[in-house]
Nanobody, 122 residues
Framework: QVQLVESGGGLVQAGASLTLSCTAS????????VGWFRQAPGKEREFVAA????????YYADSAKGRFTITRANAFNTIYLQMNSLKPEDTAVYYC???????????????WGQGTQVTVSL
């Protein structure tokens, strides 16, 4: 079992950058792939990015390509989501989730963090 805690959210203006962190409590953190998802009010939770256990394979939603970068530091049990050129439509609660292999569907992830709010103003 793994517990996940997100941090780094906040209120920023359009065009700014934020880095989200997802820290895990697990003996073998590198046994898990991790995904970032987001959920805006009134909308379904959607895939943002995912990274494999080793960090060599990365996957992005079209909305994130070119602006967001997912990385991991297994020595620190932490996953990062660097978000650049933020837009108001990026406003959402951002969640990290863990499973054995990367996947884009939220329902396939058994472990979730509590989420961190990102708000992008004009």
């Amino acid at each position: 079992q793994v517990q996940l805690v997100e941090s780094g959210g906040g209120l920023v203006q359009a065009g700014a950058s934020l880095t989200l962190s997802c820290t895990a409590s697990a003996r073998s953190f590198n046994d898990y792939a991790v995904g970032w998802f987001r959920q805006a009010p009134g909308k379904e939770r959607e895939f943002v990015a995912a990274i494999s256990r080793s960090g060599t394979s990365k996957y992005y939603a079209d909305s994130a390509k070119g602006r967001f970068t997912i990385t991991r530091a297994n020595a620190f049990n932490t996953i990062y989501l660097q978000m650049n050129s933020l837009k108001p439509e990026d406003t959402a609660v951002y969640y990290c989730a863990a499973r054995a292999t990367p996947h884009t569907t939220p329902a396939n992830y058994p472990y979730w963090g509590q989420g961190t709010q990102v708000t992008v103003s004009l």
